[in-house]
């Protein structure tokens, strides 16, 4: 039985894993701008729930540190929601927020079975330490998710390995080191490079990627990184890269696809309203999260 669930709007400040980290203002700036009166039009039952913050790095170790305390925060603020029975949409933040967002829940279903992923990005994000240059954190969510890298990132809940390598599916990377790429191809992760998207379009790419994800899981979650779209669309991100996912493609195939019943949480990260030109990266995030979050009956009558 298809079921609106509440959307809990979640802050992720950080930019600590970034070596820019303007992304630390997204969230506040998507809010400010007025993201849940945006949504509520579509449905009454958005609203922010928390914003939670990183501590900068001068008052930690290293930026690790700073990620990997923030990340245990940040998923006790999604688990606590996902109990609740409210769908966590957690707003970035860049992109190291996923670890504490799909830590939480891979911990909330545990037991019950495994849960599966699809990351839009232009990226990997599939660092370790000993691949990484910059060692900045938000290259290597996909790795620590996957039980690879730093212990204070691979580890939330003393336990690893959240997401499985074949029910994780990473859409529209263009722009990748050599080490990672290793690493996703040695697990077995599906990977539809750019190539594959344009030559396929996004709609079919995303379609298969549910279909995978959903296979052998209880739930499943998007983790949309705004530097999959082309910079055209999304000029304010952390990381811009050319060449990129039109927004008008991602907006008419994500349609209502959080009101699936086994969608557990969505995730938009990499905002940079420092980067952003005359709000267009904004209204992207706007168009990206209203489409995705469309009510069940809007959703079945398009
Ligand atoms: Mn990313």
């Known amino acids: 039985m298809m079921k609106n669930k509440p959307l809990a709007l979640i802050g992720a400040e950080v930019g600590e894993g970034a070596s820019d980290s303007g992304c630390k203002w997204g969230a506040r700036a998507l809010r400010e701008r007025g993201l849940a009166q945006h949504l509520g039009e579509a449905r009454r039952d958005a609203r922010w ?10 008052e930690v170790q290293s930026r690790l540190d700073s990620v ?22 957690v707003i970035g933040g860049d992109h190291s927020c996923a670890v504490g967002t799909w830590s939480a829940v891979a911990d909330a ?11 839009v990005d232009a990226h ?34 003393g336990w690893t390995g959240k997401v499985k390598p074949g029910n994780l599916v990473i859409i529209g990377a263009r722009s990748f080191e050599a080490g990672e790429r290793a690493l996703l191809d040695r697990l077995g992760v599906r990977v539809m490079y750019m190539p594959e998207v344009d030559r ?36 304010g991100t952390g990381t811009p890269v050319e060449a ?35 709000g267009r990266t904004a209204q992207s995030a706007f168009a990206l999260l209203s489409s995705i979050t ?4 809007q959703a079945i009558a398009a």
């Open 49 to 58: 729930v928390d914003m939670v913050g990183a501590r900068p790095e001068q």
């Open 68 to 89: 990997a305390e923030f990340s245990g925060r940040l998923a006790h603020v999604v688990h606590r929601q996902l109990r609740s029975g409210a769908m966590p949409v």
């Open 109 to 119: 279903w545990r037991g019950q079975g495994d849960i599966g992923l699809i990351w």
């Open 124 to 157: 990997l994000d599939a660092h370790t330490p000993a691949t990484s240059d910059s060692l900045a954190p938000h290259g290597m969510p996909v790795a620590a998710l996957l039980g690879h890298g730093a212990p204070g990132l691979t580890s939330l809940y």
């Open 200 to 235: 396929r379009g996004f709609a079919a790419c995303f379609d298969e990627a549910l279909a995978l994800v959903r296979r052998h899981t209880v739930a499943w979650g998007l983790s949309f990184d705004l530097d999959a779209l082309d910079p055209a669309d999304a000029p």
């Open 244 to 278: 990129g996912i039109a927004l008008v493609d991602a907006v008419q195939a994500l349609r209502g696809c959080a009101a699936d019943p086994e969608c557990a949480a969505i995730e938009l990260t990499e905002y940079n309203p420092l980067h952003d030109v005359a």
């Open 294 to 297: 469309l009510p069940v009956a």
